[in-house]
């Protein structure tokens, strides 16, 4: 589904991954860990289209179509979907309003009938109610005055509305206690399906306690140092990046 | 930013829907101002002896008036011995029933999307048609006279209630006010009236469509609402006006007077023809309109939508006089292109404890100049007065300008003003959030303009605010709605 | 075209007769630009209230007088009434001047580091003229503003600081400005000149103040030109008498990577505007503070510009009125971002408080923005004090005086705290302090 080959990006000038190859296919799970400043976000922006993030090098096929040149829009219609690690908060426009918008917008590009606003509000109640979100989060602006979980809940809750086919979850994980990241691997387990892939970029294993990838990779200044399953999750865990000869800029952050 | 500058080009070749010219013989004065064009004026509309001895002395006022420089507007000088001061469809005298309407007017209104037949079995709205200098029908006039309420056209008014008119007019707009009210007084030719009698919540809405159709001709409609003790009145006007290359004049005054515990809502959904995306033609819309809370825990709401005209230059204000009276200006003003928009409210505090809110959003495409400019005045005698303001300016491009200018004046110590400003574009982390999402550029800045008017679209009455919404949206789109 | 019904004239008619005595009248290029600005300063005659500048505040009381020169003293005031004025535990290079004039027995300019002059503006014009002419002959020397085109046609003296590159200067340099209000009404027009070279530091005081009462009128000009990466700290005391008069004007620019940091504490005086002008080149941070208070039947008047004619710059104004009496406040400030000046980062914001019911503020902050690409806001309130907060004070014992007095010192003190300098919070504190304790009488 996705070929990235020898991916070389740049930001404001300055190399920021530096070569990377990773192939997911329908129906797996991959992780991307790696320490802060290594490049992860730069990854989650660079596939989802956002301006200031070139690629200088390098190759990115999305079902064989050479997704660098697709608009931001045109890929989410196409089923990329980005969970961002901090959501921007959009003043006076209504979460659901948003959401209705956005939706029906992918269905016109997949050929299906818009939704009327009755059947759009069964479907989202459908769906609130397996990630747990309060309804009344929805009649709020988008993401303004959303706690730190609130937003991220809502990130899956969109993705669950919008059902891409391929999802980046950036840092979704961060932020939320035990219960919220519980609800949180719920939503995401539930897209799990043989023509979907996922892309969770994590700091920390403990998402990946809750949805189990297919493959688990680190990332660090730029590259791939290793790969392995989801054992290496683990080992990361234990020792963690020092143990792999990395430095974790977070501390020091 | 290439999204936002796309989308913002895109907008620039926004088409003005509004921009046909129906084909109406007209009757004309000659053109140019003098005494004898107000006594053509005010012989034409059968008036009394008292009202053109007011016309006259506002003509007389006006000649030692300079036109007023100060707004944060540029136009070329209007010569205004070169503009016709009155214009009226020739149909004989005015139709007594709608039937009677040349089918051509009525053609008209319906393109506007303002149909006057069905509207008074539809909606629960009713509307004066005022067409270049003239009120040509006012819908459901006897449902609302059963109830004691009066809505007629301003001529009307001055031959049926003449002691209504003669107590009220120029008591809020005095004809010496300023350079554009007091042309007004002396040629002003139709607008709404409207009287709401004691204790009476008016049960409909009441709207005025103005639509200017005659060249080189000026619009200097007047409006006057008296809403008596107790009684609640919400009260709407739309405009629009042919495409043309000439700019044309449009100089209304509108009163507003509430007694005793009542209440005036006024919304203004403001679409006079912009001017072309290089600035020519449109517009100039110098308007005075002032509300006055006389009575005692009375309240005048303004919202207004403005979208069109070439120049705007207008601050619905509200004097507050009665006691625990309440003042509001919730504004959206939207240019694009060439366009000028120099607007903003003054809120007079009197009457103890004494309460305004002002809210304006203030959004700039193109080269065009977006100015909000305010008065606060806490007087000595205003115990206990509050204001809050709050004032956000949106700009979209980086050749358009937004300016806000308040002038904030206390006089009494027990008085609370708080005024709060912000100027921003859309930022780059919005708009790549709600592409991501699967939304077009160009709907993503819609969206995101939407929200930032919300405050201001949820103060117009329900039937107005998807249409207000769609304005704001076309204005800055391009697209035919 | 105004019709004169002010003094203006007779200012006109003393240039005259004067010019031939003013400080530097050798030198043909101050003559001319002497000339010049009584030209201006008669063409455009005082300001009134029609001007939108000038709207609030209004200058017939000023303009009913004809003021003569200041004269120079020799001798009259002392350096104990010098240190009145001073900042304690704060050595500083200290010029003083009085009724305008520099007065070196009073002065205490101490050692300097090389590289920086500091000296009288009449001095400076009888030994190194070439270093004044550039910096008064500027382009938009006398802009539009008619006491600033008087103050050029009569300067006498002020203060030169120049700081050549790379030089940071530790102590502050002192500018204490005295006068002695005899009978008869006198002005002064003090002119400094301040010149920061690429990469060089100061900070300077500028204080105004009357060891005695007395009906005078200062009319005050400082140039302040900063180059490349230049800081500047600039704290004023304006503690004229209260029968003065006090008008001043601070202009300053901005080049690339300076950074400008001005405090004005405004407590004297029966009519006193302070007027900050600020162009800011790119990359510059612009700072200004204030706080300004009133009782009796005062009238001060805050005004600044800020000029983003640059990209990428900050700026941060934040000024405070406490007005008693019958005392009027002004604060107008604008904000200006050009077309070019994107990544312009500007906030604004302006309080006041009345403590009495016949005390006024008049309050414009002004935005005027040509640029999409910035962040820029404005706020302003003004009320009573918080009856909640003086309510929880009195619960706990204080009486009515008291809680009010501390309200407002916190008032005032949450701003003077933004002050760098330790030994600076503590004298403009002090300066707030004296005249809070006459609130209550």
Redesign the interface.
Known sequence: MLKIRNLHVAVDGKEILRGITLDVNAGEVHAIMGPNGSGKSTLAYLL?????YAATEGEILYDGRDLLAL???E???EGV??G?QY??E?????SMN??K??VN??RK?RGQPELDAMDFLKLARQTMKLLEIDEALLSR??NVGFSGGEKKRNEVF?MAM?EPRLAILDETDSGLDVDALKVVAKGINALRGETRAIVLITHYQRLLNYVVPDQVHVLADGRFVKSGGKELALEIEDQGYAALGLRDNSAAA | ???IAESVTSLTEGEYKYGFVSNVESDIAACGLSEDTVRFISAKKDEPEWLLAWRLKALRAWTTMKEPS?ARVDYSPIDYQDVYYYAAPKSGDRPKSLDEIDPELLRTYEKLGIPLKEQEVLAGVAVDAVFDSVSVATTFKDKLAELGVIFCSFSEAVREHPELVRRYLGSVVPYTDNFFATLNSAVFSDGSFVYVPKGLRCPMELSTYFRINAENTGQFERTLIIADEGSYVSYLEGCTAPMRDENQLHAAVVELITHDDAQIKYSTVQNWYPGDKNGKGGIYNFVTKRGICRGRNSKISWTQVETGSAITWKYPSCILKGDYSVGEFYSVAVTNNYQQADTGTKMIHIGKHTRSTIVSKGISAGHAQNTYRGLVRMT?SAEGARNHTQCD?L???????????????????????????????I????L??????????E??VN??V??????VLQNLPMEFAVEAQKLVGISLEGSVG | MAAKTDTSEAYVHRFAEAKATLAGHGLPWLAGLRERAIERFAALGFPTRRI?EWKFTDLRALTRTTFSPAPRLANGVTGDAVGRFLPADLPSHLLVFVNGHHRADLSDVGELPAGVRLCGLAEALAEAPELLEEQLCRDGALDGHAPLALNTAFMTDGAVLMLARGVALERPVHLLFLATGDEAPAVAHPRNIIVAEAASRATVIETYAAPAAGAYWTNAVTDIVMEADASVRHVKVQAESHDAFHLAVTRVRLAKGSAYNSFVASVGGRLARNEITAVLGEGVECRLGGVYLARGRQHLDTTTLIDHARPASFSNEHYRGVLDDSAHGVFQGKIIIR?DA?KTDAHQLNK?L???????????????????????????????LDAEALFYLRSRGLDTDLAQRLLIEAFVGEIIDEVETTALRAHLRRVAAAWLTQVNK
């Open positions: 989802a289209g956002r301006e200031g608009e931001p829009e890929r989410a219609r979907f980005l961002f959501p921007v959009i003043p006076g426009v209504g948003f959401l918008s956005a917008a992918v590009h602006p988008l969109q919008l | 930013m290439v999204a100060w000595p300016a700009l979209l491009g980086d050749r358009c300008g937004a300016h806000t200018v308040p002038y904030i004046e206390v006089k009494n110590n027990t008085a609370r003003v708080e005024h709060e400003a912000t100027t921003s574009k930022s780059d982390d919005q790549f959030y709600c592409r991501q999402r699967g939304l077009s550029a709907d993503s969206l995101i939407n929200g930032f008017c919300k405050q | 939108e077309p994107q006041n009345l403590l009495s019911r016949t005390a006024h503020v008049d309050t414009k902050p002004e935005l005027e923005i040509h640029a999409d690409d910035v962040k820029c806001s404005h706020g302003a309130a003004t009320g009573a």
